[in-house]
């Protein structure tokens, strides 16, 4: 449990994937959760689907235009009256070479996987020093390691590490910032119709030690061992949930 009982939770990108898992965890652990996205019909099919007896609200605001986000983040603490707890999941991936994505692209790349975070927390903070609150930041191993073809998506990825960085030594004690990184996840946006037996998804599944990809639930859990009690002494960890991908070196399995 993440002892989030009576805690007010704002989940970005809550629609789909990592963030309803996050949403639904929390739910589940009896925090009141506001689910953000853009498409009322994905929040709304997320918050009907919580565990029963649970409070997840929707909310649609684009997390690109500060206008909104303030806005967002004003409803939230008129009606619900705090925030503790700021998952910032939002994002969406990429693909090309710097000789291949077009500004528009690049620019769009950062606007949803870095620029939406900052937007978030700059709004949140002061509610968040408050209650003694936490962010959560949602990076990916992209962020932690380079990938084949998907140059915006990696340098956004990585710029999550070192905001989570900064923000967790600018306003430690109070809020508490850290920042998960997940690897090849399951049912998410990018990995949407994707399944274990797939040749694509064992070609991943062959890299990582565990010799599987991951499910969102098991995001959800780190996510909410970081908002909870247990992690009061934890602030800017980089924390990854890769089935031990990053410990690896590159070099294949070598049977002796």
């Known amino acids: 449990m993440s002892d989030v009982a009576d805690r007010v939770v704002v989940v970005t990108g809550g629609g789909s994937g990592i963030g309803v898992a996050v949403a639904h965890r929390f739910a589940a652990d009896g925090a009141a959760v506001v689910i953000v996205g853009r498409t009322r019909e994905k929040l709304d099919k997320a918050a009907a689907a919580a565990p029963d007896g649970a409070a997840v609200l929707a909310r649609t605001a684009d997390l690109t235009v500060p206008d909104e986000v303030d806005a967002l983040i004003a409803s939230v603490v008129a009606d619900l009256g705090r925030i503790d707890v700021l998952v910032n999941n939002a994002g969406a991936p990429s693909f090309g070479t710097v000789e291949t994505v077009t500004p528009d692209q690049w620019r769009a790349t ?9 937007h978030t927390s ?47 030594l600018d306003h430690a004690p109070e809020v508490r910032v850290n920042a998960v990184h997940p690897g090849f996840t399951l049912h998410t946006g990018i990995t949407a119709g994707a399944t274990p037996d797939m040749p694509v998804v064992q070609s991943f599944a062959e890299r990582i030690p565990f010799g599987r990809v991951a499910e969102p639930e098991e995001i959800a859990g780190v996510v909410a061992f970081l908002a909870g009690p247990d992690a009061r002494y934890v602030t800017g960890a980089q924390i990854p949930v890769d089935g031990g991908l990053g410990a690896t070196n590159g070099q294949p399995r070598i049977e002796i």
């Open 110 to 118: 950062m606007a949803i996987n870095l620029d939406a975070m900052y």
């Open 122 to 168: 700059r709004a949140s903070i002061r509610h968040l020093r408050a209650t003694r609150g936490s962010v959560i930041n949602v990076g990916s191993s992209g962020g932690l390691g380079g990938d084949y073809g998907m140059v915006a998506y990696n340098t956004a990825k990585g710029a999550v590490v070192n905001l989570t960085r900064a923000m967790a």
